[in-house]
């Protein structure tokens, strides 16, 4: 009987021990060549437990309970394996990892065609959605901002759905454009403004986009010729593929102002004049009750709803989006709906391929009046309503007839609201593409492509007749249309004889393309606001305006042994807007990349994946910016001064205006030389670019001898400008296992730009072309373009200061014997000569003592994104900066002097607190012009935070996966800059509209 227990107790102990028994799995991970594998990721599936190869390429995972396993293998530039496994026994398993070579063979789009990464030649950078910046966005330029070196995307302002300045490279002109070329599924689009939308590409989703690839030297734009010297910027949109699925997003944000201008408050206003004021300044203080803060009455925190789906199968996607963008300033608002449908079908055994992409936007707006972004500076002693009637119960400054003050500024919180301007705004751009494979030559396909962007603008603004600002009109009534066409056609053939087991191979496109732009809109008349009475009369002709461009192209990639590609392409355009003379020009390119990662010698650097150099050399040219009709003289009606009379009869005459029968396009010289490379399989890859860009025949105006034209200037090819710098980037993978991801991409640009040229024959008097004009005086202008500097430069006089470094203010009282009297007494006054540096030693201070001193543009850029998953959370922050722009703070030189109170017209205006740095009292021509006004424009900028979570699969009943994120835009901003923001467009800083920040709630659902 004991035995039979002993037995028992034997087989339970057994079982009980059979049924625990833990294993491991284990082995060494190398490469193709052998080499042991660092940092491995092998995880098992069903148990979401894994680990990570170690220094010598090994892993072990322990304590696993026998059962069937599914193991992953995946590393950083290589093909991820998946090995089902049966555990009974502890497991050994070696892994061979191999090198995805698809990194290297993704198709990357570019002109009229695709190219493997590992053939480009020229400066290319794709950036796919994956990468884009992540939050509410309004526009698509916006998706990459800080992503792509050398491309500099500064928003105009932070108004709903507003634009952007994308400069690639510096800019390439001074009359012309700087605006690169945009293309959108093989459509050019049309660069000018739409009638009633802020911003052209708002009315494009950025939902519906896949992927960019900005092209930025000349070789890899010149196959678009006379319209590619600022650079090209390709906007694929999504395609349908795989199984039916539907994609929900919902993006929910409160729009809050980040900083408020600092001006002086009603009490610090009332103090200020009480203590420092005339007689009537004083008398025109407002009561001490009030104190009006104008910035919050106008201003408010706003919420941002955008909503998209989108339903996407093989061959097909359908998607429909809605944004409703409510603005800082009150009643400011953009709403846009949009639908997309693309078609890929494929017919007679992928022999026949179509491709249709449509895009349907209609937006509408309310533009709040921009006068009111000037509220800071409306008197704080004053209250909001008056307690009258009158001026629908706004306070306004009145003359003593009781009729508004035309020189003061109408009341902030009235301008908003006793103004109507609503706008609505249709797009439609579309094309469709047939590819045909040649059934006798597979290599050769044949492509036609046909597109149109087509758009309408309207609106109406209406100024109530009780409003100050329409008192003498009895308000104002007054509609405009404006209808844009743009249509292409092209034909081209591509051959490719690539082949997976071929080392050499030739990529030939050539082809021929017509594109033709008309604009119209008609002349209305200005009513008032009952309209009952013309105010304006309309023009007497309807705009009109159209041209045209017809090109031939080719170009030629071949891949010898697949380590030496060479590229050599041609264009030829033909614009209209040019005399027949000068409308043809031709546009080259060649360039050569040798992958030294290929050679035999090679093999030994295992830590070296890639290495590539590349060289290109290439002309583009440049079209946009110059009127249709430039090169022939345009007739214009005369004024009614002007009126030729036939007996007791007077008749309107046309005036012919100047031109130049000679104009031409500017043409841009461009060299690149660049170094791809890629370490430790991909852990740390990058590329490096030295570029030079001469542009030549610049558009300049320049005088003409008296009677040889219609006028003394005449605008024509004259200049030359310099661009020249370096561009770095670099990916790193900074840590990776199974639970943890941290990667950092960083770029930094260089670019230096210089004016070469500014006349036929140059003319050492002069400075150049002064531009940049400011608030403050009249016709007061503070930059220049001049040979030998930057565009944009600053033209200024050198402010002194006194011996305690106190800025000097002529007329205010000297530290020193000013009139040689032996004494320092109320007398003694500072003169100009004492505040400004007389730079002519002529005992004067003249014009010609201003001096050129720093520019607009900055000399560095940097952009940064660290972006981090741990398990299925995920985190990411996306940095950008700038150094060595300069800023004329126009804010501090004209609304911080006691000057700028005002007090001898009738009214009082605020000022602000930068007065009490000098606490100048006036305003003075000289004054205006100090460099004691221009300020550093350095700044660093957080742009977006964002944090998320991947919930997978919600439920088994109901199959779809959620995501949810929370962003920040617009984090913070740190800068020594003065003023609101330092990231101005033009480099002068008056009133501008803030740029919101942004706190978003983003789901994502997909079924």
Known sequence: MSAIKSFIVFLFISITLNSISQYSISGLVQDQNGESLIGTTVLIKELSKGTSSDIKGYYNINDLPKGSYTLVFSAVGYITITENIELKNNLQKNIIMKEDVLLLNEAVVIGYGTARTKDLTGSAVAVSEDDFLKGSLASPEQLIMGKVPGLKVTSNDGGPGSGSSLRIRGGTSINASNDPLIVVDGVPLDNGGIAGAANPLSLINPNDIESFVVLKDASACAIYGSRAANGVILITTKKGKGKLSITVNQKTSVSTVVKYADVLSGDSLWNLVQNNGNAAQIQLLGDTNYNTNWQREVFRTAIVNDFNIAVSKKFFRFSYGNRIDNGLLKKDQFIRNNISLNINPSFLDNHIQIESNNK???????????????????????????????????????????????????????????????????????????????????????????????????????????????????????????????????????????????????????????????????????????????????????????????????????????????????????????????????????????????????????????????????????????????????????????????????????????????????????????????????????????????????????????????????????????????????????????????????????????????????????????????????????????????????????????????????????????????????????????????????????????YIFNKTAPDFLFGAALNMNYKKWYAGLSFRAELGGYIYNNIHSNTSTFQSLNGTQGFLNNISSLYYNNQVQSITPNQLLSDHYLEKANFLRLDFLNIGYDFGKISEKIPFNMDASFTVQNVFVLTKYQGLDPELGGGIDNNIYPRPRLYSINFKFNF
């Open 360 to 850: 349907l936007v209609q937006s509408s707006s309310n533009f709040a009046d921009r006068g009111a972004l000037g509220a800071a500076y409306f008197d704080p002693t004053k209250p909001v309503i008056s307690g009258d009637s009158v001026f629908g119960g706004y306070y306004e400054w009145l003359q003593n007839s009781g009729s508004p003050n035309t020189l003061s500024a109408k009341n902030p919180v009235g301008l908003i609201n006793q103004r109507k301007d609503i706008s609505q705004v249709s797009r439609y751009i579309a094309n469709s593409k047939v590819t045909y494979k040649t059934h006798f030559l597979p290599e050769l396909k044949l492509v036609y492509n046909a597109g149109v962007d087509f758009s309408e603008g309207s609106g109406t603004v209406e100024v109530l007749s009780s409003s100050a600002a329409g008192y003498f009109s009895e308000g104002s009534y007054n509609t405009y249309r404006s209808n844009k066409r743009n249509f292409l056609s092209e034909a081209y053939f591509s051959f490719n004889n690539n082949k997976e087991d071929k080392k050499s191979f030739i990529d030939i496109i050539g082809g021929y393309s017509y594109q033709y732009w008309n604009s119209e809109s008609p002349n209305l008349p200005v009513y008032n606001a009952s309209q009952d009475s013309i105010i304006y009369p309309a023009a007497e002709n309807p705009f009109f305006t159209e041209n045209a461009l017809l090109s031939y192209y080719t170009r030629a990639i071949y891949n010898f042994n697949d380590r030496y590609v060479f590229n050599a392409a041609l264009r030829r355009d033909g614009s209209s807007r040019f005399s027949p003379a000068a409308r043809w020009g031709l546009f080259p390119s060649l360039s050569a990349a040798w992958i030294i990662s290929g050679e035999k010698f090679m093999k030994n650097f295992n830590s070296i994946n890639l290495l590539k150099i590349r060289f290109g050399y290439g002309v583009t040219g440049q079209q946009d910016g110059i009127g249709d009709y430039a090169y022939i003289s345009n007739y214009y009606e005369g004024t009614s001064t002007a009126q030729y009379s036939f007996g007791s009869d007077f008749y309107y005459v046309y005036r012919p205006g100047a031109f130049d029968a000679n104009l031409k396009w500017e043409e841009t010289l461009s060299y690149n030389l660049g170094v791809d490379f890629g370490l430790f399989n991909d852990r740390i890859s990058g590329s490096l670019d030295f570029y030079q860009k001469e542009t030549k025949d610049l558009l300049a105006t320049v005088a003409v001898p008296a009677g040889t034209n219609f006028s003394n200037q005449i605008l024509t090819n004259v200049g030359g400008m310099l661009n020249k710098g370096v561009e770095f980037n670099v990916n790193i993978g900074l840590f990776a296992n199974k639970d943890l991801r941290l990667d950092l991409v960083a770029n930094a640009t260089y670019n230096l730009n210089k004016v070469t040229k500014l006349a036929l024959i140059e003319d050492t008097n002069s400075v150049g072309i002064q531009v940049g004009g400011i608030s403050g005086g009249i016709g007061n202008t503070v930059q220049v373009h001049s040979v030998g500097f930057s565009t944009f430069s600053y033209l200024l006089y050198q402010q002194l200061y006194d011996n305690n470094g106190e800025f000097i203010e002529v007329g205010q009282q000297a530290n020193i014997d000013v009139n040689n009297d032996g004494t320092v007494d109320s007398q003694d006054k500072w003169q100009n000569i004492h505040a400004y540096a007389d730079l002519n030693n002529d005992g004067d201070i003249t014009p010609e003592d201003k």
